[in-house]
């Protein structure tokens, strides 16, 4: 009798157990499935990773631009000679990081040549390069067109230069700094492939002389115009 009492205890013990570590795993298989039906939240939104730009991804934008000047000069001499800086086709590369859904942090990176004239004629020609960072505002973040504007500051590098009038060189400052703006829009194609139109001004500057003497001050204060395509990493 006694070992019919204990057999059964055990056996009640034994179906105790099972049915507690049936219901543990069931629990534990259960859980992966609601996680995979909720979709994460990003600053009150949900984020579909087949759309739009959220906070920490990366863009990198490779575009073909206009830099069309807008020269002018100060100063007692160079106003009177008329000088004029010429347009110029060239490849940009720019880099955004997205430090929240809606704000961005962008790099330019580019470099072009220009001609610059005078009623003396050609003046010859100058290496400028002028990386630019800007601070963004992305409109519509989640979706697949998405404006954006911004801010920030050009630095620009001016170098390379043979100007001279006349046979006697004409020295440049070879450093400027200027404000910058931006507009333009992202047009998502693919997953991680959009379209990118953009429209910048930016001021820039160059103190001018010529054999010690000062010519006054050439102001560049390009408009930049340009079309391409970006990634989203």
Same mark, same amino acid.
């Given at each position: 009798?006694?070992?019919?009492?204990?057999?059964?205890?055990?056996?009640?013990?034994?179906?105790?157990?099972?049915?507690?570590?049936?219901?543990?795993?069931?629990?534990?298989?259960?859980?992966?499935?609601?996680?995979?039906?909720?979709?994460?939240?990003?600053?009150?939104?949900?984020?579909?990773?087949?759309?739009?730009?959220?906070?920490?991804?990366?863009?990198?934008?490779?575009?073909?631009?206009?830099?069309?000047?807008?020269?002018?000069?100060?100063?007692?001499?160079?106003?009177?000679?008329?000088?004029?800086?010429?347009?110029?086709?060239?490849?940009?590369?720019?880099?955004?990081?997205?430090?929240?859904?809606?704000? @961005?942090?962008?790099?330019?990176?580019?470099?072009?040549?220009?001609?610059?004239?005078?009623?003396?004629?050609?003046?010859?020609?100058?290496?400028?390069?002028?990386?630019?960072?800007?601070?963004?505002?992305?409109?519509?973040?989640?979706?697949?067109?998405?404006?954006?504007? @911004?801010?920030?500051?050009?630095?620009?590098?001016?170098?390379?230069?043979?100007?001279?009038?006349?046979?006697?060189?004409?020295?440049?400052?070879?450093?400027?700094?200027?404000?910058?703006?931006?507009? @333009?829009?992202?047009?998502?194609?693919?997953?991680?492939?959009?379209?990118?139109?953009?429209?910048?001004?930016?001021?820039?500057?160059?103190?001018?002389?010529?054999?010690?003497?000062?010519?006054?001050?050439?102001?560049?204060?390009?408009?930049?115009?340009?079309?391409?395509?970006?990634?989203?990493?």
């Amino acid at each position: 009798m006694k070992h019919s009492l204990g057999a059964t205890a055990l056996a009640a013990a034994l179906a105790t157990g099972a049915a507690l570590f049936s219901a543990s795993a069931f629990a534990q298989s259960a859980a992966p499935a609601a996680d995979n039906a909720a979709p994460a939240k990003t600053f009150g939104f949900i984020k579909d990773s087949s759309q739009g730009i959220y906070a920490g991804d990366i863009l990198a934008r490779v575009r073909a631009i206009g830099i069309l000047p807008d020269s002018h000069a100060s100063g007692s001499v160079l106003p009177t000679l008329g000088v004029t800086v010429n347009n110029a086709i060239v490849p940009e590369l720019d880099f955004t990081y997205m430090i929240l859904d809606n704000v @961005g942090v962008e790099l330019i990176l580019g470099m072009s040549r220009h001609q610059l004239t005078s009623s003396l004629g050609h003046l010859g020609g100058v290496n400028v390069l002028p990386p630019t960072l800007l601070l963004q505002y992305h409109f519509n973040h989640a979706g697949k067109v998405r404006p954006y504007v @911004g801010a920030g500051i050009n630095y620009t590098r001016f170098w390379n230069s043979n100007l001279n009038a006349g046979g006697t060189p004409i020295s440049i400052k070879n450093h400027s700094v200027g404000p910058a703006l931006q507009a @333009g829009v992202d047009i998502q194609m693919t997953k991680n492939l959009f379209f990118n139109i953009d429209i910048k001004k930016i001021w820039m500057k160059t103190d001018t002389s010529l054999a010690g003497a000062d010519l006054g001050t050439l102001h560049i204060d390009p408009l930049i115009v340009g079309v391409g395509v970006g990634m989203k990493f």
